[in-house]
Structures are given as structure tokens and as C-alpha cells.
């Protein structure tokens, strides 16, 4: 760490004295948030989010491959997470590092917790072959805040997603596409699939054509910092360096909390830790409606 | 590689429409991250390349310092998901070798002995990919140089031609590359027309190689007119911007 952060941290913490923040915001409020989807063909589904000047693009790639012995019928997905080096003067190239690892691992959590992929309907073949999911997200422009972005560009991406049956038909053998078909037509009877939000075509039951892949309606994180007394929320890069202790919450459409992660080493009173709640329940509202606008619906 | 895939009709129309003479659609824009010192976003057909340059700043570790020059290191990487089956994450053998042949072209043209001890970085990152990433790639290197302030003797541009069902082409394609007889991407300084970069794979007799490499130079001049007019309007938006 050098100087230049302690003389920010001066700077930073005067104008919260006064209210205010180095880019003009209010300390609830979040920085512009642009979604763009379907930024990459090669990818079954993909997109690129702004947070500020940050921005994150997440591209989901599918495949075939064998479920884990213990949950024979249910989907993969694993998240992996690249912070390239064109993100950041600090990022260097290598194998991920912590930083890089705990991001992959809070997003994985988001996704597989809330079991917003519904995985279970991913099996082609119980105990044989399933679909499986990468989710990878690539950091491109560091400003602060990679925790919203790269869950937000995850959700984004996925929501997008088309599963690659077209594709990947001459793998399958005829017991294979049997037991496809019969998984699939299961799939679209479930009782209460009127429920499910996102991405589902009724119509489209024929296992030869690509079809959406199945999603619940996902929370949405978002992400306070406390610097001395202050919490400020999507912080920007000198606000994040600076940062004594961070808190992402994470809050569905009801506006029930569903993950949570606190981090560095500054803590927070029962007090503080509400008012992050209720910061992340507004937010995420609206975060909620560009992500639904973003995806067309 | 040699196939019976038709990939050029009677008429010398491609399976994409183009003429043997054509490049695929180009678009150039300088300047899209916040954090680089000079950054590209290129689309060229289906290729998408997003390249950052870091520098001139000190070497590190300390022993890849030249008291003499600086070095000029690219890092080609492609996204995992920018191709048909995912790809694993981190360096493979082809990329470290692409990553090598850029930086050399990149050093013979930035005034190196300017920066000694220090490092230019240039992160070049393929996020769609769809044939010619290594030439789309240097292209937007160059763009991205010029954004960071690096002073150059040129601005370097790429492209590649290549022989399709016996004809010599430019700028191949997916099949046209998977399927067709030769490819020759090149990375020329088109002010001199000295070559940085070529390599070749398939099979061209002589007469085919020296059609196939004018018809690769006369494509990195129309690029090079795309790359300029890219930096142009970097620099009249931020006119324009300053006026208002």
C-alpha cells in the first residue's frame, strides 16, 4: 500500500463529513448500471455489465458430462473467475489468486444456493450424463464493486442462456434421447412451472431444439463498505481500497435476504448491519427492473 | 487440409457472400476503458478483441529490466467463453506463442530505446472468436498503443490471406480457415511496408505466395485507413465534448 490511499482516505472521509461522496452521489445510491446481453455468439449466453466505470462480461459456456456420484440427477455448474490484467494495473497473470478465487466462490454461492439454475432438470441420463455449466466471468475495467457487477453480468448471462440440445445431439445415443425426451416433457409438467418468471417456452418441447435454460426469479446483491462511520454503498475503487469493513446482501422479489458475505477486517454493529439491509431491499428493487428490462421482459 | 468442402462458387462469390477480394466488416473504437492507459474495441466479423495498454511503467521482476530499451509484452488470451467448446482458462501453448510473435512485431515499432528498464503491456483478449484473432488482435494493439501515448514509428496492422479450393483469398473465414488450402496472416508497418509479423501454414507455390502477400498488404491499407479513422474520432468526440 502505498501513500496515495491514506491521503484519499483524508479526502474521502471529509466530504462524508459533509454528506457527500467524490463523485457526487448520495451514500445509497449506485452508480449507473448498464446491462448489455448476447455480446458473444460463441457463448450459449452472455453479458457485459457497467457499474460506473466498471465493467465486468460474464459468458456461460454448456456441455455433457457425468453428474457427482451423489446427486446422480442433478446438473454441474462450476464458476470460475479471471481478473485479467487489462482490469487493473494491479492484476498480474498467473493462476487466480484469492481475491480472484472468493469472487468466483461469492457468485457460485449466489447462484447455487438460491438454486436460481434449477439443476435437477438439467439430467440427461441419472447417474450418467447430465448438462453442465461454466460460468465464466471475466473482470475487463476494475472500479470498484466486482461483487455487484460480476453477480449481476452471472444472472444477466444466464437468463440468456439457451442449452445447446442442437448441438450436442451426436453425443447422445438412443437410450440417451429416450430418456431426454421423457425427462423434458417432465420438465414443462412440473406443477407450479406457471410460477417460473424467467424463460420457459411450453410450446418448445421437442429435445432437438436449444430451449432456455430453466431459472427461478434470482436475487439480486448489493454491496455496502463502512469507512470510519460512514456506510456507503457500490463503492468505486478509492472508496474500496479504503474501506474499513464491506458487506454484500444479497434479496429477492419478496424482499427476504438470501446470502450474505461481510469482509475485511473492520466490523459492524447490529445498527449498521440493518441499515445495509434495508439499503441492499431498495436497490435492489431497482436493480431487479434493469435486469429484467435488460432481458427483454 | 485439403477437402472437397466447397467454399467458392463459379462466380468467385465466398459462403458468406464476400468476393475474393473482400475483407469481413470491420469496426474500430479507441478508447473504452477507464483504468488502461489506452485501450481498443474491435469487432472484425465474428471476432471480438478487446485490448488494454499499461505503460511505459517499471519493469518488474527487476531482472527482466533492459538498461537499454523497454520491453514490449503482449499477453494474447482468449476468454473461455469465446470458442465452440469451452476453453480451459490461463496460458496454453498456442496463445504463449501468439502472445511471443505479437510482442516482436509490437517491438520493432514503438521506439523502445526511449523507456529503458521499463515495461509496455499490452492485454489483448478475445471474447468472440471466429478465425484471424492473432491479425485482429494486432490490429487493435496498435489502435490501443496510440490511445496510451506510446510514441511509434508506425501504427502496425495485420490481416491475412489465404488459398481456398485453389484460389487465393483474404481475410479467410471460420470454414474458409478450417477447411481451405492456406492461410498467411502478415503484420505489416504500412507507412514502409517493412513486415513484423508472417507465418504460414498449408501449402502455395511461389506465384501463389507473392499473390497471396500483396493481396494481404493491399488488405492491411484498407485496415490501416479503418485504425486511423478510429483514433480520428476518439479525438474530435473529445473535441466535441470540451466545445460543449
Known amino acids: 500500500m502505498t501513500i496515495v490511499p491514506i491521503i484519499k482516505r483524508d479526502y474521502i472521509i471529509k466530504l462524508a463529513e459533509q454528506g457527500k461522496r467524490i463523485d457526487g452521489r448520495d451514500f445509497v445510491n449506485y452508480r449507473k448500471i448498464e446491462i448489455e446481453t448476447n455480446v458473444v455468439n460463441k457463448a450459449e449466453g452472455s453479458a457485459r455489465v457497467k457499474i460506473g466505470n466498471t465493467q465486468v462480461l460474464c459468458g456461460i459456456k454448456m456441455g455433457i458430462g457425468e453428474p457427482f456420484p451423489d446427486t446422480p440427477t442433478t446438473g454441474v455448474m462450476s464458476t470460475a473467475a479471471e481478473f485479467v490484467p487489462m482490469a487493473s494495473p494491479d492484476f498480474e497473470s498467473g493462476p487466480p489468486r484469492e481475491d480472484a478465487i472468493e469472487l468466483a466462490r461469492v457468485v457460485d454461492r449466489g447462484v447455487r444456493e438460491s438454486q436460481v439454475i434449477q439443476l435437477e432438470k438439467l439430467c440427461i441420463t441419472p447417474g450418467e450424463k447430465v448438462w453442465l455449466v461454466f460460468i465464466d466471468i471475466h473482470i475487463l475495467d476494475y472500479d470498484g464493486n466486482l461483487f455487484d457487477a460480476a453477480s449481476l453480468a452471472a444472472l444477466a448471462a444466464l437468463l440468456t442462456t439457451k442449452v445447446p440440445v442442437s448441438r450436442f445431439l451426436k453425443d447422445l445415443n438412443e437410450r440417451d434421447r429416450d430418456s431426454w425426451q421423457e425427462r423434458l416433457l417432465e420438465l414443462y409438467t412440473i406443477p407450479g412451472i406457471d410460477e417460473v418468471a424467467f424463460g420457459t417456452d411450453v410450446a418448445n418441447k421437442n429435445p432437438i431444439e436449444d430451449f432456455p435454460l430453466p431459472m427461478i426469479e434470482p436475487p439480486v446483491s448489493c454491496t455496502a463498505v463502512k469507512i470510519n462511520d460512514f456506510i456507503l454503498f457500490d463503492p468505486c475503487f478509492d472508496e474500496e481500497i479504503i474501506a474499513d469493513v464491506r458487506l454484500t446482501v444479497a434479496t429477492d422479489h419478496n424482499g427476504d435476504i438470501r446470502a450474505m458475505q461481510k469482509g475485511l477486517s473492520g466490523s459492524f454493529s447490529r445498527e449498521e448491519i440493518q441499515k445495509v439491509i434495508k439499503g441492499a431491499l431498495d436497490n435492489g428493487q431497482e436493480i431487479r427492473k434493469i435486469l429484467s428490462h435488460s432481458i427483454g421482459k | 487440409m485439403k477437402s472437397d468442402i466447397k467454399l467458392i462458387n463459379n462466380e468467385g462469390k465466398r459462403n458468406d457472400g464476400r468476393g475474393p477480394k473482400d475483407i469481413r466488416k470491420i469496426k474500430i473504437e479507441a478508447g473504452v476503458l477507464h483504468r488502461a492507459d489506452g485501450s481498443c474495441y474491435l469487432e472484425w466479423g465474428g471476432n ?197
Open chain 2, 48 to 244: 471480438k478483441i478487446l485490448v488494454a495498454v499499461y505503460g511505459p511503467r517499471e519493469a518488474v521482476p527487476r531482472h527482466t529490466q533492459n538498461p537499454l530499451k523497454a520491453n514490449v509484452q503482449a499477453r494474447y488470451n482468449m476468454a473461455a467463453f469465446s470458442v465452440e467448446d469451452r476453453k480451459r482458462p490461463g496460458p496454453d501453448r498456442r496463445s504463449v506463442e501468439i502472445s511471443k510473435v505479437i510482442s516482436e512485431a509490437l517491438e520493432k515499432i514503438v521506439l523502445t530505446e526511449q523507456f529503458p528498464r521499463a515495461s509496455i503491456d499490452v492485454c489483448i483478449e478475445v471474447l468472440d472468436a471466429e478465425a484471424g484473432t492473432r491479425c485482429a488482435g494486432l490490429t487493435a494493439a496498435g489502435v490501443a498503443l496510440i490511445d496510451a501515448g506510446i510514441p511509434m514509428r508506425d501504427i502496425p496492422v495485420a490481416c491475412a490471406a489465404g488459398k481456398i479450393n485453389g484460389q487465393v483469398v483474404l481475410d479467410l473465414g471460420k470454414e474458409e480457415d478450417n477447411f481451405g488450402d492456406a492461410d498467411l496472416p502478415i503484420a505489416i508497418s504500412p507507412r514502409t511496408g517493412e513486415v513484423l509479423l508472417l507465418q504460414m501454414d498449408g501449402h502455395l507455390t511461389y506465384d501463389e505466395f507473392n499473390e497471396a502477400f500483396d493481396l494481404a498488404v493491399q488488405g492491411c491499407h484498407k485496415i490501416s485507413e479503418i485504425q486511423k479513422k478510429a483514433i480520428m474520432d476518439k479525438y474530435q468526440n473529445a473535441a466535441a465534448e470540451v466545445n460543449e
